[in-house]
Structure formats: structure tokens, C-alpha cells
């Protein structure tokens, strides 16, 4: 036992150089066991392509064997995100799935679905197993961002998804005929919710993404009392407008007690391909009054760009047509941050949920 805490102290010391915090708080230590002069421990990859984990990975063993020279080190990385302890079993759990994230928006049209699309591509990009789920009834967008043309099977047991991207997508878009205008009540919602969520065999999956339809209705209600949720990204352009609304979409998740794990800007400036000069056509500072007002962390900033649009036309999101873009590369930042705050908020849940016995 006092072997196990010195080792994990040991692992304290590695600082990531991408967060600028320990791997230990970070909740980037996996499956990590200490017995018989042999220890074994997994380095979550939040980065895209491995990027500086690869480093941090021989830091942590460096550390161990300066501590222990003896002892044999078996240690890897690994893709596999912390689970919501909430969401693995239990009420309102997907079997299967470790953590269900719903992107939010106060007002419509700031870039959910493209958040959504661009986001779960990032967190595949790191090795994690990602499913997208499209929850706007109103206008699904998913099928022709992610370019899904064939629509679910109906297995033996459930739904099967499409996968497209090596990412299984379901969209309400998938039921309804695209000449009906749906008019869907409370509880239609809720079962609808209900039926996408447990009726679709989702397999294994270290993130389940939803793109919500916007504002504070039915669905997100709807979800946020039936599922448990690891917590929700909101998205806000930098405007003084969409920023109010977006405040509103917190105030309701924090009403449902659904923790916030961050706020995405979208549309934060435009940058001159010539000169390299940055305009800020919806304004600024829209991510960091909510991050200030709300203790929120901003998970990071994307450009406007006509790509972003044009590949997201085209089915292929910027993310996978050109992973080197800067409004790729923003998106990628966004995971990589979303991923440690979804590992840090599942570690302090877990040992939350650690009962103390007092003798
Ligand atoms: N960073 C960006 N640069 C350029 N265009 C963008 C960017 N983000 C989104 N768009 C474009 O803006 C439009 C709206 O985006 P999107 O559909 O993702 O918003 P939304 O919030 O999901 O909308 P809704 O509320 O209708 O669901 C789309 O045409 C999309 O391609
Ligand atoms: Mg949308």
C-alpha cells in the first residue's frame, strides 16, 4: 500500500506540458497497479496523433524507475477515456458508453452541429472510441455534415447505427420523412430521448456525443433527466446576444444539476489569409465573460472559415479534410482540453463517491 502511494507520488511530479498540471490530478493515470516489483499503469492520450504523451509516457516511467530501479515497469498508452462512475452502470446509464456529452446552445445557429461533428472526429483522432448522436428534431444536420447517406438497421437487439468516419451516428433525421415538418410534444421528446439512447446498440464508446437542438426546450430536459450525463459543452459566438442566450442554456444545466465542462467560441475571428491579420467580425471576449461569470473553462476558440463550412457541405468535416487548417487545429485543441476536463471531473466524481467507513 505505502509502495503504491509512493509511486503515485512519484507520478505527481510529471507535469503535462500540454495543461501544465500533474498526470495524476489530470486523471491520466489508468489502470494502474503496483505489487510484487512489478508496476503497471496506462497514459490516457488526450492529444491528437499522441502528440506530447508519447513524452510524457517515458517521463512517468522515468520517474518510477528513479524511484524503484528494480522494479519492472509495464506501462502504455491508452486511448480509453475515465468513465462517468455515474454513467456506467445504473439509473439512466447506456450500457456500454462512458461518458454522454451534449452540446449546447442558447441560440440557434452558432455552430453546434459543426462543433458536435468537428469534436467527435478530434476525440476519435486520439485513439478514443466516439459515437454522434443527432437529438434536433427540428433541423438534424448530422447525416450530410458527416455524410451518413444509409440509415440505421434494425438488428436483433437493437438499432444498429451507421458508421461513417469510423464514427456511429444516429439522427433523428434517420425517422422522419424529410417533407414532414415534425411537431413533436413533451413526452414524445422524452420517449423519442428514451429510444435513440437505449434502443441503439451503440457498442463500446468512450464518448457519446449529442448535438441538441438550440435553446432550453423539451429535448434538453428531457435528456438531462434521463440520462446520466458526464456534462454539457456550450457553444456562443462572441456576440453580446448569443452570449445571453447562452447563459441561459447554463442557468437550465445547472438547474437539472448537470455539471458544465466548457464553453466552445465559435466564429471568434476571421483571419486574412494574406496578411495574417485577425478581424473580429461578431466582436470578443464572449467565452471568457461566461468562463469568468460562471466558472466555466473555455475549451477554445474557432475561426470563422469559409472551409469549415465548405467541408462540413461536402461531408467531410475540416478535421479530416485538412487536420493542419487552423480552425482543424482549433478544434483539436477543444478535444484535447474537453478530454482531461471529462478525465479531471470523473476522477474527483469517483472518489466522491467513495463511502468513508470512520471506526
Ligand atoms: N467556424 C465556422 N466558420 C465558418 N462557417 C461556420 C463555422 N461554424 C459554423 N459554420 C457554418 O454556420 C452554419 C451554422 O452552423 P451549424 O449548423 O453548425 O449551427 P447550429 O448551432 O447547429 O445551428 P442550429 O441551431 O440550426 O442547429 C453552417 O452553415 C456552418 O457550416
Ligand atoms: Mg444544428
Given at each position: 500500500m505505502a509502495d503504491q502511494q509512493r509511486?503515485?507520488?512519484a507520478l505527481r511530479s510529471v507535469?503535462?506540458?500540454d495543461y501544465g498540471k500533474n498526470i495524476v490530478d489530470l486523471g491520466l493515470v489508468q489502470d494502474f497497479s503496483a505489487n510484487g516489483g512489478a508496476v503497471h499503469f496506462k497514459i490516457q492520450n488526450t492529444v491528437p496523433g499522441g502528440?506530447?504523451?508519447e513524452a510524457?509516457?517515458?517521463d512517468a516511467i522515468a520517474a518510477v524507475q528513479t524511484l524503484e530501479p528494480l522494479a519492472r515497469v509495464e506501462a502504455g498508452l491508452t486511448g480509453r477515456a475515465r468513465a462517468n462512475p455515474a454513467g456506467s452502470t445504473g439509473k439512466g446509464a447506456i450500457p456500454g458508453v462512458r461518458n454522454v456529452i451534449p452540446v449546447a446552445s442558447g441560440k440557434g445557429g452558432v455552430g453546434k452541429s459543426t462543433v458536435?461533428?468537428?469534436l467527435a472526429l478530434a476525440l476519435a483522432a486520439t485513439g478514443a472510441k466516439v459515437?454522434?448522436?443527432d437529438a434536433d428534431v427540428y433541423g438534424p444536420s448530422i447525416p450530410l455534415i458527416m455524410g451518413a447517406i444509409v440509415g440505421p438497421q434494425q438488428g436483433g437487439r437493437g438499432i444498429i447505427p451507421p458508421v461513417t468516419h469510423d464514427i456511429p451516428i444516429i439522427s433523428t433525421g434517420f425517422f422522419v420523412r424529410k417533407d414532414q415538418a415534425v411537431v413533436w410534444r413533451g413526452p414524445m421528446l422524452a420517449k423519442m430521448v428514451e429510444q435513440l439512447t437505449n434502443q441503439v446498440e451503440w457498442g463500446e464508446l468512450d464518448y457519446l456525443v449529442i448535438d441538441l437542438p438550440p435553446g432550453t426546450g423539451d429535448v434538453q430536459l428531457s435528456l438531462c433527466q434521463r440520462l446520466a450525463l458526464t456534462g454539457a459543452v456550450v457553444v456562443t459566438t462572441p456576440q453580446p446576444m448569443a452570449v445571453n442566450v447562452a447563459e441561459k442554456a447554463i442557468i437550465m444545466f445547472q438547474q437539472l444539476k448537470t455539471p458544465l465542462l466548457g464553453v466552445v467560441e465559435n466564429m471568434s475571428y476571421f483571419e486574412s489569409r494574406s496578411t495574417g491579420e485577425r478581424e473580429y467580425i461578431f466582436g470578443s471576449g464572449g467565452a471568457?465573460?461566461?468562463s469568468e461569470r460562471w466558472s466555466i473553462p473555455v475549451l477554445g476558440q474557432i475561426p470563422l472559415a469559409t472551409t469549415v463550412r465548405q467541408t462540413s457541405d461536402r461531408g467531410t468535416p475540416i478535421v479530416l479534410a485538412d487536420p493542419d487548417a487552423p480552425a482543424a487545429r482549433?478544434?483539436?485543441?477543444?478535444?484535447?482540453q474537453l478530454a482531461a476536463e471529462v478525465s479531471m471531473h470523473n476522477l474527483k466524481a469517483e472518489s466522491e463517491s467513495v463511502v468513508q467507513i470512520n471506526f
Amino acid at each position: 500500500m505505502a509502495d503504491q502511494q509512493r509511486i503515485q507520488n512519484a507520478l505527481r511530479s510529471v507535469i503535462h506540458p500540454d495543461y501544465g498540471k500533474n498526470i495524476v490530478d489530470l486523471g491520466l493515470v489508468q489502470d494502474f497497479s503496483a505489487n510484487g516489483g512489478a508496476v503497471h499503469f496506462k497514459i490516457q492520450n488526450t492529444v491528437p496523433g499522441g502528440g506530447s504523451t508519447e513524452a510524457v509516457l517515458e517521463d512517468a516511467i522515468a520517474a518510477v524507475q528513479t524511484l524503484e530501479p528494480l522494479a519492472r515497469v509495464e506501462a502504455g498508452l491508452t486511448g480509453r477515456a475515465r468513465a462517468n462512475p455515474a454513467g456506467s452502470t445504473g439509473k439512466g446509464a447506456i450500457p456500454g458508453v462512458r461518458n454522454v456529452i451534449p452540446v449546447a446552445s442558447g441560440k440557434g445557429g452558432v455552430g453546434k452541429s459543426t462543433v458536435s461533428a468537428n469534436l467527435a472526429l478530434a476525440l476519435a483522432a486520439t485513439g478514443a472510441k466516439v459515437g454522434l448522436l443527432d437529438a434536433d428534431v427540428y433541423g438534424p444536420s448530422i447525416p450530410l455534415i458527416m455524410g451518413a447517406i444509409v440509415g440505421p438497421q434494425q438488428g436483433g437487439r437493437g438499432i444498429i447505427p451507421p458508421v461513417t468516419h469510423d464514427i456511429p451516428i444516429i439522427s433523428t433525421g434517420f425517422f422522419v420523412r424529410k417533407d414532414q415538418a415534425v411537431v413533436w410534444r413533451g413526452p414524445m421528446l422524452a420517449k423519442m430521448v428514451e429510444q435513440l439512447t437505449n434502443q441503439v446498440e451503440w457498442g463500446e464508446l468512450d464518448y457519446l456525443v449529442i448535438d441538441l437542438p438550440p435553446g432550453t426546450g423539451d429535448v434538453q430536459l428531457s435528456l438531462c433527466q434521463r440520462l446520466a450525463l458526464t456534462g454539457a459543452v456550450v457553444v456562443t459566438t462572441p456576440q453580446p446576444m448569443a452570449v445571453n442566450v447562452a447563459e441561459k442554456a447554463i442557468i437550465m444545466f445547472q438547474q437539472l444539476k448537470t455539471p458544465l465542462l466548457g464553453v466552445v467560441e465559435n466564429m471568434s475571428y476571421f483571419e486574412s489569409r494574406s496578411t495574417g491579420e485577425r478581424e473580429y467580425i461578431f466582436g470578443s471576449g464572449g467565452a471568457k465573460r461566461i468562463s469568468e461569470r460562471w466558472s466555466i473553462p473555455v475549451l477554445g476558440q474557432i475561426p470563422l472559415a469559409t472551409t469549415v463550412r465548405q467541408t462540413s457541405d461536402r461531408g467531410t468535416p475540416i478535421v479530416l479534410a485538412d487536420p493542419d487548417a487552423p480552425a482543424a487545429r482549433a478544434f483539436q485543441e477543444v478535444a484535447m482540453q474537453l478530454a482531461a476536463e471529462v478525465s479531471m471531473h470523473n476522477l474527483k466524481a469517483e472518489s466522491e463517491s467513495v463511502v468513508q467507513i470512520n471506526f
